[in-house]
């Protein structure tokens, strides 16, 4: 607006645009922003605007939903009919419409605007936008410059080059006609069903003639609608459509609004079926399920009568001509004589261009071929019939029925093939695992016999080779034979080896089938011939060698089924034998003899193949090097579960003769570095073997206790030299000791040896039992798990002996027995006492434990003491027992109580005395009453 | 121009004592750096492992959980955890920071003599005097073993990993080694209990401490003898032996009190340190300087080289 005046004003030069802002009053601050829900709408009159509902965006109809006015109800316009009855006026839609509807966003808009069509391009702000941005942003400036310049085309090609030609929308194409666009509407007399239309028949005539017609005026054609291809979605009767809004103005102001009218109007046209030109209605709502409206003038026949004059009462061709092809179906003219003359086009001939006189040659069709008279239109697929079936007679008749002899062999083609055949064509080794060959199990004279057999069957098939070839039937079963021979391969029925004697009340037969089998066996055409008996007549022969030949094959098959079904087993499971590792390390001797010559490197070197577990090679970052293994640790071979072998490694020989042990042991001792006692679970396993023999060992041990008292005495003596002490201290203190022989103490594993059995025998298998033992009783041992039981790894053996002299005592056993469970865990390097007690004597005193040190040093003393005291008790108490047990027991105690105090924290020094005052008088009662408990626990 | 090289120093050997650690957890079974010898750990008698900073002389953090005495622990390459394992037969791995259990392992059938990471600390492998090495998998929540390696005729003293190898010292004498890499395992035969085994910081070399007072250094590849190193006591106790930083010594304990050194080359005793009175039970060298972790009567001692001042201790905690 404000340009409009701004350009009308000569006198200004500047040329603005847009609304000009109103001037800011001086001295008046600029108002605060209405805060939102502040804000109202008002429309143009003032009115405050309401929102009928959030999201439908209505708009007010009438006076705040009224049909009146400010005023009240009054009509807008009120015209006297005194004066005007003569012109109708005629009442549009826009009469009954607000203002505001046919402003620019109204549902009517009056003004002018250009659609999308012509418009040169949908203006998208915020697009529009996005592009300047993305335009200065981009790598190449300006880049999208060229996005404006080229729009995509938004009518096709086509559409364009009609509109150049000067066709418009809504035309038909092709040359323009003289008659009257009225003529194009449809045969009154054509079926209308559902709600009919009033008819118009005699209107249009009516029309027709009293239309002033001039010459020069030509129609454009009528537009061919498509057919309409969309499906019937709807539950709706046919041809029905429910009221459209857009439709519903139609044809008042059709001309003057594109937008909404004429683009409605035309595709509605189809739908009601270009009735409603002819009809001249003035009104757009006119649905079929309408009545007449209220604004329709003529409210004629609204209720259609059906009469018989509308139906066809004759078949006849329909009329052509009615131009709605896309309405119905081609027809087919056949009445009509030329039927090119109908397909001719009837276009606008372009120029130099002219109509072809005679038609083109018409289309040479081909008849598909003739079909053979024996064709049956199915695949039939022939049954495939492999040497391998198992229906020899099938095979046969098919064979025989082909005509011709299968005398090629079946090794050409590949698919007859068994397995045994394909290797043997590749030359690959047989597998030696399921299906053994049955001559393997023949014995030598066998294999003789066949021998024999064979080359007497060459033999007899040289010399009958020239009258078998005369025979033709003899030839056609060679053919045959051979094929079965070859189908059968090595699993024929060998008659040596197989129960299956199907002629067994005929040796003689009996025997000629074994015969034909194996030179079938052997590969051998005709030897059916040369077994048989040359007595019998040809038909005879050829009888009895296809009852040889069928035996062949049932026994085959039978047995072919039954070896399919089953498998060697991979493993035997074998009860007597047992893993071990197939590698064993070497014999120690030699090792031994390596070491001590200094010379390492081979000698003492065992390497291993072994397999560490996948998952372990995954943590530690290295390639697996048996990746195609599934061996973990050392590969392990069966070995008889009690064989020697087993366990020859190990260093300690179980013989159960005393003095044989005892010379071994010994022996065995004067090695210097005896390189360890068995570990316990070797142990274990040898108790578990010897459990029977320990009481016999027992009593012979019994027997001859006299003697090994003085033999193990030198034996020890020479020991304890060789052995180191195991505990530092209480070496110092025993060589300042007069009484020596009693710290020579026997391993306690050799203690365990013995009397794991005769006491518990889980205990030398379950350590963890004796080991939680230990943990439940602490108050009942108090020093049962301070104690370090003195377990040499390099303890004699020979003590076996002794302890055993000593263990026989019957009020004993069960003592030391208990003392050897409880300290049973401790073998190979000890672990030092926690605090030294004896020995820090000599070193200066370390300030910090001075006190302790004080304790400690009295302890000892106190121990000697109580030691002396005991065993003196001891004597005198058991006068009657023999020496050395005393002196063991003695020891024993005296070591028990050293170990323990030299194995007491500083925590409990004070109290140390008491304990080993009542350690000390730990009486074998005592001992017995423990040891009862044990079991209890155990379990 | 370039200056001409420095001349090596002459490798020191820690003599000077320079911090004296009260574990005040009974007898510290034994003493162990942490990878870059920042700390240390040690594990006591009385079912605690403490974390120390030895350089300072402080005590960090106590770890308890064992039910019986601790008797081997290792931290892992980026100091977050440890394992330990101890006489309850179990190997436990801790949080270093929390001081929680992380998982505890069962399975072994007696007591843990020795128990190492791996070099990502993915696997813990424990030897126990069940004569097994067990390879605990630390990734994944299964209770088992990945791997038990039960070549081994006697209970397992020592256990050292490498990248790719296991080296295990036995009772029954003989020091194994399982190479992973070429699916190997190598039994040298040394004759006595082995004791204590390590590396020789090059990878070449093993040592192995028995019980007939010898230490033995062997080639790795073929096993021959390279060194022989006597003059120490140690006859019954399991006590550990070391490489000093730069491969040049050879540390033992002895059960008189003392550490012994041997030049590795010569196998001459170069010097005999006097620790205390009773049996020193377990060593530890620093990683790449001249210090030593002795472990004897319930204390452990640290020894650095005569001419370290307190200068150069390295910021600690």
């Given amino acids: ?939 | 121009m370039a200056f001409p090289e420095p001349k090596p120093k002459k490798p020191e050997l820690p003599k000077k004592l320079v911090q004296t650690l009260e574990c005040k957890q009974g007898a510290v079974r034994a003493v162990r750096f942490n990878v870059d010898g920042n700390y240390c750990l040690t594990c006591g008698s009385d079912k605690s492992l403490k974390l120390w900073n030895p350089h300072k002389g402080t005590l960090l953090k106590t770890y308890s959980g064992h039910g019986y005495e601790v008797l081997d622990a290792a931290g892992s390459f980026d100091n977050s955890q440890l394992c330990s394992c101890g006489a309850d037969k179990t190997v436990v791995l801790w949080d270093v920071a929390s001081g929680q259990v992380i998982r505890k392992f069962r399975g072994h059938a007696g007591k843990v003599n020795c128990v190492q990471f791996n070099e990502e600390a993915t696997v813990i492998l424990s030897g126990s005097i069940d004569s097994s090495v067990r390879c605990w998998d630390c990734r994944s929540r299964r209770p088992d073993p990945i791997q038990i390696l039960d070549e081994a005729k006697d209970g397992v003293s020592s256990l050292k990993v490498s990248d790719y190898e296991i080296l295990s010292g036995s009772v029954d004498g003989r020091v194994r080694r399982y190479d992973l890499r070429a699916g190997e395992l190598y039994s040298d035969y040394v004759g006595s209990p082995v004791t204590s085994v390590c590396f020789s910081k090059d990878g070449q070399c093993t040592l192995a401490a028995s019980l007939d007072s010898t230490l033995r250094l062997l080639d790795k590849d073929t096993g021959e003898l390279l060194g022989e190193y006597t003059g120490h006591k140690n006859t019954a106790y399991k006590l550990d032996c070391c490489l000093s930083e730069k491969d040049t010594h050879v540390a033992s304990c002895s059960e008189d009190g003392q550490v012994y050194f041997w030049d590795l080359v010569e196998g001459s005793l170069t010097l005999s340190l006097p620790v205390g009175r009773g049996v020193v039970q377990s060593l530890s060298f620093h990683p790449s300087e001249p210090g030593l972790l002795t472990a004897s009567e319930g204390r452990v001692q640290f020894w650095r080289e005569e001419t370290h001042t307190a200068e150069e201790q390295p910021p600690a905690c």
């Fill in chain 1, 1 to 939: 607006m404000a340009a409009s005046e701004a350009s009308d004003s000569e006198e200004e030069e500047l040329a603005g645009y847009g609304t000009a802002l109103e001037p800011l009053p001086e001295g008046e601050r600029i108002k605060k922003p209405v805060p939102l829900q502040e804000q109202t709408v008002k429309d143009e009159k003032g009115r405050y605007k309401r929102f009928h509902g959030a999201f439908s965006g209505g708009f007010s109809a009438g006076y705040f939903n009224t049909v009146g006015s400010k005023e009240g109800w009054a009509p807008s316009t009120f015209v006297s009919s005194r004066q005007k009855r003569a012109d109708k006026t005629v009442l549009g839609p826009e009469d009954f419409m607000d203002e505001e509807d046919l402003s620019e966003y109204g549902i009517a808009p009056k003004e002018i605007t250009t659609t999308d069509d012509f418009a040169s391009k949908p203006k998208d702000r915020i697009k529009e936008k996005a592009r300047q941005i993305a335009g200065v942003t981009a790598s190449i400036p300006g880049a999208t410059a060229l996005d404006d310049l080229i729009a995509p085309a938004k009518i096709t090609i086509g559409v364009e080059l009609l509109r150049k030609m000067g066709w418009k929308e809504g035309q038909g194409v092709g040359p323009r006609v003289k008659r009257k666009p009225r003529k194009q509407k449809p045969d009154p007399e054509v079926k209308v069903y559902g709600c009919a239309l009033p008819p118009e028949g005699s209107e249009g005539s009516e029309d027709e003639e009293d239309e002033y017609q001039p010459e020069n005026v030509t129609f454009a054609p009528k537009d061919v609608m498509p057919v309409d291809l969309t499906p019937k979605e709807n539950v709706h009767g046919l041809g029905y459509k429910g009221l459209d809004p857009t439709k519903a103005l139609f044809g008042v102001s059709g001309g003057e609004h594109p937008s909404l009218f004429t683009d409605g109007s035309e595709k509605t046209s189809n739908l009601l079926g270009d009735l409603r030109h002819s009809k001249g209605r003035k009104l757009g709502i006119s649905g079929q399920a309408f009545g007449v409206g209220a604004l329709e003038e003529d409210d004629d026949d609204i209720y259609a009568t059906e009469t018989l004059s509308k139906y066809d009462t004759v078949l006849k061709d329909e009329e052509p001509g009615d131009m709605l092809y896309g309405w119905t179906a081609p027809k087919q003219y056949k009445n009509k004589k030329g039927m090119e003359k109908e397909v001719r086009y009837i276009g606008k001939i372009l120029d130099g261009f002219s109509l072809a006189s005679k038609s083109s040659a018409p289309k040479k069709t081909y008849l598909p071929p003739d079909l053979p008279r024996d064709y049956r239109p199915v695949h039939y697929f022939r049954p495939v019939i492999t040497a391998r079936n198992e229906n020899p007679l099938l095979l046969q008749a098919l064979a025989e029925s082909t005509g011709k002899r299968e005398t090629d062999t079946p090794q050409q083609n590949r698919h007859t093939l068994n397995a045994s055949q394909r290797r043997e064509l590749l030359g690959e080794t047989a597998l030696k695992g399921p299906s053994p060959s049955v001559l393997e199990y023949l014995s030598g004279k066998d294999k003789e016999r066949i021998k024999e057999a064979k080359q007497a069957a060459e033999q007899q098939m040289k010399t009958q080779t020239l009258p078998q070839q005369s025979l033709n039937i003899s030839s056609s079963s060679d053919g045959v034979n051979h094929k079965w021979q070859m189908a059968l391969g090595e699993q024929l029925a060998t008659p040596g080896s197989s129960d299956f004697k199907p002629f067994a009340k005929n040796p003689e037969k009996q025997k000629r089938y074994e015969d034909y089998v194996e030179s079938l066996k052997q590969g051998q055409k005709d030897t059916p011939e040369s077994h048989s008996d040359p007595g019998m007549t040809e038909w005879e022969r050829g009888r009895e060698r296809e009852e040889f030949f069928h035996a062949a094959v049932l026994y085959k098959s039978s047995n072919s089924v039954l070896s399919s079904r089953f498998t060697r087993a991979k493993h035997e499971d074998d009860t007597d034998k047992v893993e071990v590792p197939r590698d064993q390390e070497m014999d120690i001797d030699d090792k031994e003899s390596a070491v001590k010559m200094k010379m390492f490197g081979k000698l003492t070197r065992d390497k291993f193949e072994w397999h560490p577990e996948k998952l372990l090679c995954k943590r530690f970052n290295v390639p697996d090097p048996y990746s195609d293994s599934s061996i973990v640790g050392l590969p392990k071979v069966k070995r008889d579960k009690y064989s020697v072998f087993n366990f020859l490694t190990l260093p300690e020989s179980t013989t159960t003769t005393i003095t044989q042990t005892t010379n071994e042991k010994i022996q065995q001792n004067i090695n210097p570095n005896k390189p360890k006692k068995p570990s316990r679970w070797d142990v274990s396993d040898k108790e578990k073997k010897k459990n029977d023999s320990v009481s016999e060992f027992l009593s012979l041990a019994r027997s001859k206790v006299d003697i090994q008292q003085q033999q193990p005495e030198s034996v020890i003596e020479e020991d304890r030299s060789r052995t180191n002490e195991p505990l530092p201290n209480k070496a110092v203190n025993e060589s300042t000791d007069p009484k020596k022989e009693e710290e020579s103490r026997p391993s306690m594993d050799l203690f365990k040896a013995i009397f794991a059995s005769s006491s518990d025998e889980k205990s030398s298998s379950s350590e963890e039992d004796s080991d939680e033992e230990t943990h439940q009783t602490p108050s009942a041992m108090p020093n049962s798990e301070s104690t370090k039981p003195a377990n040499l790894p390099d303890a004699s053996s020979a003590d076996v002996q002794e302890c055993m002299a000593v263990t026989k005592e019957p009020d004993l056993v069960p003592p030391l027995l208990k003392e050897e469970l409880d300290k049973k865990e401790e073998f190979g390097p000890r672990l030092p006492p926690v605090f030294f007690s004896k020995t820090t004597q000599k070193h200066e005193p370390v300030p910090l434990a001075s006190s302790l040190e004080a304790n400690q040093k009295e302890k000892p003393k106190k121990n000697k003491e109580k030691h002396k005291a005991k065993r003196e008790h001891k004597h005198k108490k058991e006068k009657k027992k023999k020496h050395k047990k005393h002196r063991h027991k003695g020891k024993h105690k005296n070591k028990k109580s050293e170990k323990n105090s030299s194995s007491e924290t500083a925590d409990s020094s004070d109290s140390l005395s008491d304990i080993e005052e009542e350690i000390t008088d730990l009486s074998s009662q005592e001992l017995l009453r423990r040891l009862k408990h044990l079991p209890a626990m155990k379990q």
